[in-house]
């Protein structure tokens, strides 16, 4: 079934730019009418939406974080990316991919998740 | 954005007990709503999306209901592994989530 697997530094300095990838195994990226997001999660605190990207390439950001975030495909490796810019403490948090569908469906695959400590 | 705030933020019941837990949303949603269980250490699972739909391989003890602004997830009968942290979530872009639901043993 399909899988979706966070991987990146665990350890990013203030004013950096944090990157992570998400592989997808199990399916194809490109499915059409899929959604592929990321989601964090700072310690001891609730869900916060990151941004998705469509299939298609479109991408749809959380106005708070739109100014620092970029999500992007590599449908050659079956891999979204997400790079967020000018890190803080604040930033520090579990971070999740996961597929969702429209608005009427809700995440039904996520990773297991990859903490990220921004600090110097 | 749509802010979701459910209630309450944290619940205490016994094995066996009824329990719901509500979501409202700060302006319609029609049924664009869905509820995730997390448990410590864990990503968050899809229980209900639509509103009432259960996802599949979740227990039918779970039940959604509501649209508009007002939505209810309910556990008919609450089982040990029941106990966890239950989101609301709203998928009309900007994606929002409600605070949580912290659900413990008695």
């Known amino acids: 079934q399909l899988q979706l697997q966070e991987s990146g530094p665990g350890l990013v300095k203030p004013s950096e730019t944090l990157s992570l990838t998400c592989t997808v195994s199990?399916?194809?990226?490109?499915?059409?009418?899929?959604?592929w997001g990321w989601i964090r999660q700072p310690p001891g605190k609730g869900l916060e939406w990151i941004g998705s990207i469509y299939y298609s390439g479109s991408t749809y950001y959380n106005p708070s974080l739109k100014s620092r975030v970029t999500i992007s495909v590599d449908t050659s490796k079956n891999q979204f990316s997400l790079k967020l810019s000018s890190v803080t403490a604040a930033d520090t948090a579990v971070y999740y991919c996961a597929r969702h569908k429209g608005s009427h469906y809700g995440m039904d695959v996520w990773g297991q998740g990859t903490t990220v400590t921004v600090s110097s | 954005d749509i802010q979701l705030t459910q209630s309450p933020s944290f619940l205490s019941a016994s094995v066996g007990d009824r329990v719901t837990i509500t979501c409202r949303a700060s302006?319609?949603?029609?049924?664009?709503l869905a509820w995730y269980q997390q448990k410590p250490g864990k990503a968050p699972k899809l229980l209900i999306y639509a509103a009432s739909t259960l996802q599949s391989g979740v227990p039918s003890r779970f039940s959604g209901s509501g649209s508009g602004t007002e939505f209810t997830l309910t556990i008919s009968s609450l089982q040990p592994e029941d106990f966890a942290t239950y989101y609301c979530q709203q998928l009309n872009s900007p994606i929002t989530f409600g605070q949580g639901t912290r659900l413990e043993i008695k």
């Open positions: 302006q319609g949603i029609s049924s664009y």
């Open positions: 199990g399916g194809s990226i490109s499915s059409s009418s899929y959604y």
